[in-house]
């Protein structure tokens, strides 16, 4: 279970490493979407996957008696997910703006900063 969902987080890894690389803003976004579901996804993955343990300690004992699931990694998707959404939202919202000013999502086009006329600056090594 635990190898199949590495293998699914490794692809969840390249194909928002790959979108990420995209000269498209939509692509971008959906880059960082993809992405921030695969770190979640690891993270509930590094803590351990116990089926149908719940990650509670019954009432009348101070330690667990047996095995529990660990509630940390659960706590901290929920906040990611959160976080996550609320940041893709801005994103979203961002990239609407600035295809209404600019009329393109093609990021190179989008250097309206850059002074027109002159040699442009160098795209790799």
């Known amino acids: 279970m635990e190898a199949a969902l590495a293998i699914l987080i490794g692809l969840f890894f390249a194909v928002a490493t790959y979108l990420l690389m995209s000269r498209q803003l939509v692509r971008i976004l959906l880059g960082i979407a993809i992405l921030g579901n695969s770190v979640n996804l690891l993270i509930f993955t ?7 343990v719940p990650p509670v300690i019954p009432e009348a004992f101070q330690v667990p008696p047996g095995t529990i699931a660990n509630p940390l990694p659960q706590a901290l998707i929920l906040t990611a997910i ?3 959404f609320s940041f893709f939202a801005f994103l979203l919202v961002l990239a609407f703006r600035a295809y209404q000013e600019l009329g393109t999502d093609d990021t190179n086009e989008m250097r309206v900063a850059e002074p027109t006329g002159e040699t442009p600056p160098p795209q790799g090594y």
């Open 46 to 52: 590094s803590g351990r996957l116990m089926r149908e």
């Open 82 to 84: 959160v976080i996550s």
